[in-house]
């Protein structure tokens, strides 16, 4: 295989910790195949960085098949790299040529702040959720069958589409606004759109934007930037939806 | 009601009210203007209603005046807002890969069609006021075809309007069927109103270039 | 006597759990507020308990090590969940899914907790849908189903190819009401270095917080562990990176038992290996199997060939492919269980007929199901003699309306387009059915140490049925902990607060902050990895899909020289007090190193093939079987609980033997 790979020079921001400031550095990375995802590479950077006694790159991963929504990184400008539809430990090499240089940056936003070089804290996401993205309903199974209430399945695959949000942030990330919208409108539109959700939508959508706000997310100008990027091709039509389920609430 | 002003989406949905409110005011003044190219006269009998008519007057002009300021000063506490959340900038992004320049610029468009209002009520505005409510003059029987064709005279001015309608045009592009998507209208249409979007962004800035330009050569 | 007591209830099979249930000891609201119990991990099983547990009024204490309990593992599982609701009329029943969940474990399971299991699988699909999780469902707005791998009945509820995702947001949107509420805290980017034991009692854990490196020490009335399955001693697995055993192994040594560590999944139909780079292996949806035939080329010339770029798959007409799965199983065909068509790949690449570079590599082949529904397509179409190209037109429809997603997900990793050439495929492992030995309420050999979910040694037996997983871990988070805890918790009303500042709590974080304080100070030459991989191949080679008495014994020799040579040489970059991925790593693969050799000493131990595990020593030596595994009944109807004694090579083997009063044993067969 030696010789056929590709050589690369990658241009990382490197940050110790919350509190330092941190920098872009240079690193050459050779014979990389096109076949490994761009996590497989960033681990030769690193066992590369461990032989010559630096530190590696510290950045979020876990289970490489695009579904966790734990890794992050902005390739080359975009969330998740140049390739459609994928997070970025799906993204292949095979989308770059030899003697590329790739810049990779952590996702930016003042709600995500960097906890250590590429790896950033994303827990505004959940105290959003913990503001009402639930049904208030015990674990004890002593609910109604499962079958009790039919839902159409046009409102059960809109609302599975919504649904399939794996968390990740890459919409906030490439929001020219830091706008958590599409990630809320996402959480809002599952729940608006089953039966077993209206009872609290209202408060819902009302107390989870009010935390959306408070976690300084910017504002949505409907640029659809997020839409393109997110791995799972979650909907504009999601923060409509939530746009309409706040009005409503409101009024 | 009041925490719904304060919530992000409600001023976002402040900000499409106020811009249905102004998209349908450009529809109505773009009306009134062709006018000047068909009828002088009828133009001049429209004109001195819109102007005199106290109800229009004392009613909707200062609903327009607040209108105007209140997209305005929206406009420019969300761009603030926004880059505040921002954070670190990239060193290396790509907004051409997942969205339109004009998506992106909306604060450039806004703010070169501001200052060509600031340029326009002088021209136009200003010296109406000046002369209905300082100098107390009356304004029957005036020919205000003729002081529209005479502003038109300067290339320069012609020039400038031209320009800042292109702004304008650039501006509706993304304003149009993002105040749709604001108040959660797109759902199920999104390409219909893209393509009237398209149309209206296109239509009536493209009409008052020409209207100016046919001023100029035909005065 | 044994010294296992798996405290199942007396009375007929169909009652247990009801009746036990009855008379079990509760603990009154106003005194479950006294009552703190951490739940380590907050996958389907840690989430859906630690949910309820609040819910239920004790004070929880939830740790992950990921940033949120969402990206647990749990999220990967695509095809779905059992459950004995029988909405299909097909003749399903509470009887019918233990029956099946039994046979399919081959008969190495134990009754009265798949009997539970079965029970209380319709209620977490009427818990999942009231809690908003989007299920597929049919025209007339009723839940669908679908069936699986080795039943007769159609019982599996599904939401897309993401069904693990879905439940476990149902499961972390009741777990975020209770964070909001207060009962629960939640700890993300934590991991359990340790359990503490005070009095012979788990009270508590030492923690580590991954972003600032600080040791934290945790109290609570009971500890419950629930931090997954094991398949990452393979380097090479289908589970997540992080995915570890470290909390299942250092409860272990501190006195829990670990039950048929031997037991593992090897899934057939997972993307192979593209080089020595590779940190993951995908798995692709059991159901590809309905349609895909699978093949390796009948000559050698047309393997080199095709390794070597001369010809294409699509070269090689009918007669010189070997569809080997239909030779040797004609009645299954392509449908065998997992663990049967994985050892059938084996035996073919370990035979040569390889397709790929590393000669890891069958065929999935959907070109026949392609001109199936292609002339199925044209009939129903009337049109009459269409084109071959017409026919592979409507036949591709057909394919990709069924495995479209899947298919892409394919191409986008491969870059190879599926439906023009056919699939490469390779077994992979999957899951542990294998873990911690837990009685009939969930506890471990330790009192107060609850495991539940794939961590425990469960309810699977030697080999797990598809969307199983997800039922067990739902049933015992859900359903079944929450109420056995409390006949254990009764007891503990009046102890108060569990001090942290106590000679135990001491012990346990001086032995965790050596052992950090020791890598991090360790001039070594060898990264984490290295030795990672290195375990990694000797488990594959030798404790893998088929495994035998020198291998295992080779095994075990060669595992204890990694472990030493990791100890000496492993080199850990970076500070103790910050983010050090490299940290997390090295703790997990000591562990791993341990546990492997163990694994490979209960494979030793175990002399009979079952299931998942397979001894070539142990296969039909004649007779249409010939060539397949053969159980032992009268000898291994047990369950291997091992225990701690040092040296994983001196563990001591304690024997829960295995009783079949409501079940036939019969031999697996599927000629």
């Known amino acids: ?201 209202a408060d819902r959508v009302k107390n989870m934007v009010a935390q959306m706000d408070l976690e300084g997310f910017g504002n949505c100008t409907n640029t659809g930037a997020c839409e393109v990027e997110c791995p799972k091709g979650i909907s504009l039509d999601n923060i409509a939806r939530m746009n309409r389920e706040l009005i409503k609430a409101s009024i | 009601m009041s925490g719904f002003l304060k919530s992000s989406i409600g001023r976002k949905v402040a900000m499409a009210l106020s811009a249905f409110f102004l998209m349908f005011f450009l529809l109505q003044h773009f009306a009134i203007n062709m006018l000047s190219v068909f009828s002088p006269e009828t133009f001049n009998e429209v004109s001195y209603f819109m102007g005199n008519n106290p109800l229009v007057q004392y009613g909707l002009q200062p609903v327009l005046l607040f209108g105007v300021v209140f997209h305005f000063v929206m406009g420019f506490i969300l761009e603030l807002k926004n880059k505040k959340a921002q954070g670190v900038a990239y060193a290396k992004n790509n907004g051409a890969a997942n969205s339109s320049w004009v998506s992106r610029n909306m604060i450039y468009t806004g703010v070169a069609i501001l200052l060509f209002m600031i340029f326009h009520f002088n021209d136009f505005w200003v010296p109406e006021i000046v002369e209905k409510y300082v100098e107390g003059k009356s304004q029957v029987g005036k020919d205000f075809h003729a002081h529209v064709v005479h502003m038109f005279e300067n290339p320069i001015r012609v020039g400038v309007y031209v320009l800042a309608f292109v702004f304008l045009a650039l501006h509706l592009m993304h304003g149009f069927t993002s105040a749709f998507q604001s108040v959660g209208g797109t759902a199920g249409r999104k390409k219909t109103l893209q393509n009237i979007g398209k149309a209206y962004s296109i239509i009536i800035p493209l009409g008052f270039v020409i209207i100016a330009i046919y001023h100029h050569f035909n005065h | 006597m044994s010294v ?159 069904t693990g995702q879905q439940l476990l947001l149902g499961a972390y949107s009741a777990m975020n009401r209770q964070i909001a509420r207060g009962k629960i805290q939640m700890y993300n980017r934590h991991e359990m270095l340790d359990v503490v034991i005070v009095d012979g009692k788990a009270r508590g854990i030492i923690a580590r917080n991954l972003i600032t490196g600080e040791i934290e020490r945790h109290s609570a009335h009971a500890v419950v562990v629930a931090s997954g399955g094991y398949g990452n001693v393979f380097f090479l697995s289908t589970n997540a990176m992080g995915s570890n055993v470290s909390a299942g192994w250092k409860i272990h040594k501190k006195g829990a038992f670990f039950a048929n560590p031997c037991y593992t999944q090897i899934h057939p139909t997972c993307i192979p290996r593209s080089g020595d780079y590779q940190s993951k292996l995908t798995l692709m949806s059991e159901s590809l199997r309905n349609d895909g035939r699978i093949w390796v080329p009948k000559n050698m010339e047309d393997v080199i060939a095709i390794r070597e770029g001369r010809k294409k798959p699509t070269d090689l007409s009918e007669e010189e492919r070997d569809y080997y799965l239909e030779r040797r199983y004609p009645a299954f065909g392509n449908l065998v269980p997992r663990d049967v068509a994985s050892r059938a790949a084996k035996e073919r690449c370990d035979a040569g007929y390889g397709v790929n570079a590393t000669g890891e590599a069958v065929y999935l082949d959907f070109a026949s199901a392609i001109q199936r529904y292609g002339k199925e397509q044209a009939k129903i179409h009337g049109i009459a003699n269409p084109s071959e190209a017409k026919i592979y037109e409507l036949g591709q429809k057909i394919v990709e309306a069924k495995y479209g997603n899947l298919f892409q997900m394919y191409e986008k990793i491969v870059d190879e387009n599926p439906y023009e050439t056919p699939m490469m495929i390779y077994p992979a492992v999957h899951y542990t059915m294998g873990g911690v030995w837990v009685d009939y309420n969930l506890m471990t050999t330790v009192p107060g140490l609850y495991c539940i979910g794939e961590a425990n040694f469960s309810d699977h037996g030697a080999n797990r049925l598809g969307a199983s997983a997800l039922m067990q871990g739902l049933a015992d988070g859900y359903f079944v902990l929450p109420y056995t805890i409390g006949d254990y918790l009764s007891d503990d009303i009046r102890t108060g607060k569990i001090p942290t500042d106590t000679p135990e709590f001491d012990a346990a974080e001086k032995e965790v902050k050596d052992r950090i304080d020791f890598f991090i100070n360790n001039k070594g030459t060898k990264s984490v990895d290295y030795f990672h991989k290195k375990l990694g191949k000797v488990m594959w080679d030798k404790c893998g899909m088929s495994r035998n008495e020198q291998g295992l014994k080779e095994a ?42 163990l694994f490979a000493k209960d494979a030793l131990t175990r002399e009979e093939s079952c299931g998942g595990h397979f001894r070539e020593e142990s296969a039909e030596e004649s007779g249409p079987q010939k060539g397949e595994a053969k159980r032992n009944d009268k000898d291994f109807a047990f369950v291997s609980a091992w225990e701690y004694k040092g040296e994983p090579a001196d563990a001591v083997l304690h024997k829960e033997e295995l009783e079949f009063k409501d079940i036939e044993l019969k031999q697996r067969s599927y000629k």
Not at chain 3, 569 to 597: H, I, Q, T
């Open chain 3, 556 to 597: 075990m020799v060669e595992i204890k020289a990694i472990r030493e040579e990791f100890w000496k040489e492993v080199s850990v970059p970076g500070g103790a007090n910050e983010m050090n991925p490299e940290l997390e790593k090295a703790g997990r693969v000591a562990d791993f190193l341990e546990l492997g050799e």
């Open chain 1, 1 to 201: 295989m030696s010789g056929k790979g590709m050589n690369l020079t990658l241009k990382i921001w490197r940050q110790k910790d919350a509190k330092s400031k941190g920098k872009m550095e240079t690193y050459k990375v050779n014979d990389i195949s096109e076949h490994m995802s761009f996590l497989e590479m960033m681990d030769v950077l690193n066992e590369q960085l461990i032989a010559e006694g630096q530190e590696p790159v510290a950045f979020d991963h876990d289970c490489r098949e695009g579904i966790c929504g734990m890794c992050s990184m902005y390739i080359n400008g975009e969330a998740h790299g140049p390739d459609r539809g994928v997070t970025t430990c799906q993204l292949h090499m095979r989308m770059f040529k030899d003697g590329d240089t790739i810049t990779i940056e952590p996702f930016r936003a003042a709600a995500f702040p960097v906890i250590k070089d590429l790896v950033v804290d994303r827990t505004s996401f959940e105290r959003i959720q913990q503001a009402g993205g639930y049904i208030s309903v015990n674990t004890s199974g002593n609910t109604q069958d499962a079958n009790a209430i039919p839902i159409s399945k046009h409102a059960a695959d809109e609302a599975m589409d919504a649904a399939t949000c794996i968390g990740c942030g890459a919409c906030v990330a490439t929001c020219k606004n830091s706008s958590a919208m599409l990630f809320v409108g996402a959480k809002v539109s599952q729940y608006a759109l089953l039966p077993q959700g209206q009872v609290e939508a």
């Open chain 3, 4 to 162: 296992l007591d798996s405290k199942v209830p007396e009375g007929p099979l169909k009652d247990k759990w009801t009746s036990y249930k009855d008379k079990i000891n509760l603990v009154n609201p106003a005194n479950k507020r006294l009552i703190d119990v951490i739940v380590v991990g907050t996958g389907l099983a840690g989430g859906s308990a630690a949910a309820t547990l609040a819910e239920l009024g004790y004070n929880v204490k939830a740790f992950a090590y990921q940033d949120s309990p969402r990206r647990a593992h749990s999220i990967a599982a695509q095809g779905g969940i059992n459950a004995a609701k029988n909405y299909q009329g097909d003749g399903d029943s509470t009887y019918r899914l233990f029956y099946d969940t039994v046979k399919g474990g081959d008969y190495r399971s134990r009754e009265a907790n798949v009997y539970r299991l079965a029970e209380v699988s319709a209620n977490i699909i009427d818990q999942c849908v009231a809690q908003g999780v989007p299920f597929a469902r049919d025209y007339g707005g009723l839940l669908d189903n679908r069936s699986f791998g080795g039943v007769l009945v159609s019982r599996t509820f599904y939401a897309k190819g993401q």
